[in-house]
């Protein structure tokens, strides 16, 4: 049973039932049986403060994923925190809607929680392809980023 929570403690318009599905049909089709994964959206300070928290960046940024158990483990857990400010802005700049780019993020945070990176070249390309067949599963447009290590 693969069980899916979202927080959202800034009140932001999200739908729930389709973020929560956009996450399971990740972790069904990465073959995780069973799974618990909270899905926080927070602002860009909140991110920021995590992000320089537990990895030493200080900056925001889009999605911040925390593994609690590893992508073999009988039972997958774990929290895809991501800034719906950072989404707003990059769907706005690149002319789509806001679900589309929440929706990518979320597939990029369950897809490191099943033991994707994208810390190189070719990790981040494979990720990219990923990204694209979950987007595209679930009818959303490919509005993945290009191929660098660092884009969601």
């Known amino acids: 049973m693969i ?4 927080a959202n403690p800034y009140g932001w318009p999200l739908d729930y039932t389709r973020l ?10 990465e073959k995780v049986a069973a799974a618990t994964l909270t899905l926080a959206f927070v602002t860009d ?12 960046h200080d900056e925001p ?5 925390f593994p609690y158990s590893s992508p073999s483990a009988s039972r997958l857990e774990g929290e895809v925190v991501i800034s719906y400010e950072t989404a707003q802005r990059e769907a706005q700049e690149r002319g789509h809607s806001v679900d589309a780019e929440l929706a990518l993020y979320v597939i990029h ?3 490191h929680l099943c ?3 994208d810390t190189t070249i070719s990790s981040a390309a494979m990720m990219r392809d990923r990204e694209r ?12 980023h290009s191929n ?5």
Not at 20 to 29: H, I, M, S, Y
């Open 3 to 6: 069980r899916v929570r979202v």
């Open 20 to 29: 929560k599905e956009t996450a399971k049909a990740v972790l069904q089709g």
């Open 45 to 56: 300070e909140h991110i920021h403060r995590l992000n320089r928290q537990f990895l030493q």
């Open 61 to 65: 940024t889009d999605v911040l994923t």
């Open 109 to 111: 945070g369950c897809l």
């Open 115 to 117: 033991g994707f990176d």
């Open 133 to 144: 067949h979950y987007l595209l599963q679930l009818g959303w447009p490919d509005i993945t």
């Open 148 to 152: 660098t290590p660092d884009s969601p």
